[in-house]
T-cell receptor
C-alpha cells in the first residue's frame, strides 16, 4: 500500500522568500503524485500533479514540484512567496489511475509580511 | 471535467439525530466515489468507498452501521451519519477516482457540527 510523509509540520517564511515543502512517498511502482492547498475553512485546491513524463511539473499560483524517483520525493517549490500563500499544504499519492488518493499529514505555512 | 457538488455545504445537528450528505457528479458518471473525513487541523483520511450497485467498503476503524453509504445512481452517492455525536463533527469530502483528464478531484466538502 502507498503512503506519504511530510516531514515539516509547520514552516514560517518571510514574504518574498523562496519556499520548499518536502514530500516523501512509499510505493513499489511509479506513483501518481499530487499537491493540494487548503485555506482555513475551505476545500481542497489542486496545485499540480504528476502522472508521467517530465519530472518537473508546473502548477498554478507559481508553484512547481519535482519528482525524484531515486529519493522517493515530490517536493513543492515556489521562488517568491506571497502573503496569500499562507495555508495548509497536502501531498498525496495514488497507486494507479482510477484509484483513491492517500494524503500526507500536511504542512502548515505561515508567511511573515 | 470531474465537477462534484456536495449538499449541504454546512450543517448543524443535535446529538442523536441523523444527517445525510449528498455528493453529485455533475459532468460525468461515477461508478465509484471515495468518502474522506477531515478533523480540525488534521489531514484527510479515507473513510469508505461507495460503489454503484453494490455495498460500500469501509476502511479499518470506520463503523459501517454509523456511516451509511449509498450509491443510488451513477451521479449520486450519499453518506448518512446516524445517531450523530459531537465527536463526529468533521469536514466530509467526496471524491471520484482520479483520471489524467480531470482538473479537480474533490467535492467542496460538507462541514458537520454536532451539538
Amino acid at each position: 500500500a502507498q503512503s506519504v510523509t511530510q516531514p515539516d509540520i509547520h514552516i514560517t517564511v518571510s514574504e518574498g522568500a523562496s519556499l520548499e515543502l518536502r514530500c516523501n512517498y512509499s510505493y513499489g511502482a511509479t506513483p501518481y503524485l499530487f499537491w493540494y492547498v487548503q485555506s482555513p475553512g475551505q476545500g481542497l485546491q489542486l496545485l499540480l500533479k504528476y502522472f508521467s513524463g517530465d519530472t518537473l511539473v508546473q502548477g498554478i499560483k507559481g508553484f512547481e514540484a519535482e519528482f525524484k524517483r531515486s529519493q522517493s520525493s515530490f517536493n513543492l517549490r515556489k521562488p517568491s512567496v506571497h502573503w496569500s500563500d499562507a495555508a495548509e499544504y497536502f501531498c498525496a499519492v495514488g497507486a494507479r489511475s482510477y484509484d483513491k488518493v492517500i494524503f500526507g499529514p500536511g504542512t502548515s505555512l505561515s508567511v511573515i509580511p | 471535467g470531474a465537477v462534484v457538488s456536495q449538499h449541504p455545504s454546512w450543517v448543524i445537528c443535535k446529538s442523536g439525530t441523523s444527517v445525510k450528505i449528498e455528493c453529485r457528479s455533475l459532468d460525468f458518471q461515477a461508478t465509484t466515489m471515495f468518502w474522506y473525513r477531515q478533523f480540525p487541523k488534521q489531514s484527510l483520511m479515507l473513510m469508505a468507498t461507495s460503489n454503484e450497485g453494490s455495498k460500500a467498503t469501509y476502511e479499518q476503524g470506520v463503523e459501517k452501521d454509523k456511516f451509511l453509504i449509498n450509491h443510488a445512481s451513477l451521479t449520486l452517492s450519499t453518506l448518512t451519519v446516524t445517531s450523530a455525536h459531537p465527536e463526529d463533527s468533521s469536514f466530509y469530502i467526496c471524491s471520484p477516482p482520479y483520471k489524467d483528464s480531470y482538473e479537480q478531484y474533490f467535492g467542496p466538502g460538507t462541514r458537520l457540527t454536532v451539538t
